[in-house]
């Protein structure tokens, strides 16, 4: 039971990706998703999560207004559209489920620890 991230490249800053996460073995209309990333030498970053029925969207700030988050149960897939990438944007991206989105104020939105089912991610590449 995995998810597994694609949809990564190489793209200029400025430019757009959209990422897809897609589920074997079990059905997502359950679970709420959560989209993360991790850059070199940096701790992995919650970036945002969608409920199980796409009612409800969180962002992290670092993402908010540039990423969107959205799912299609019928094709058991969620996506994030990422618009205005930055350099700095620049991680391998993982998606992951949890029962249900919990947003947390502070620095970390998003606490890993609520999440399971991690797949291996798909790297993106900002260039200046």
């Known amino acids: 039971v995995q998810l597994q991230a694609s949809g990564g490249g190489l793209v200029q800053a400025g430019g757009s990706l959209r990422l897809s996460c897609a589920a074997s073995?079990?059905?997502?209309?359950?679970?709420?998703i959560g989209w993360f990333r991790r850059a070199p030498g940096k701790e992995r970053e919650g970036l945002s999560c969608?409920?199980?029925?796409?009612?409800?969207?969180y962002y992290a700030d670092s993402v908010e207004g540039r990423f969107t988050i959205s799912r299609d149960n019928a094709k058991n897939t969620v996506y994030l559209q990422m618009n205005s990438l930055k350099p700095e944007d620049t991680a391998v991206y993982y998606c992951?489920?949890?029962?249900?989105?919990?947003?947390?104020?502070?620095?970390?939105?998003?606490?890993?620890?609520?999440?399971?089912?991690w797949g291996q991610g798909t790297q993106v590449t900002v260039s200046s």
């Open positions: 969608i409920s199980s029925n796409g009612g409800s969207t």
């Open positions: 073995g079990f059905t997502l209309d359950y679970y709420a």
């Open positions: 992951a489920a949890t029962r249900m989105c919990h947003m947390y104020s502070g620095r970390t939105r998003f606490r890993p620890t609520e999440f399971g089912s």
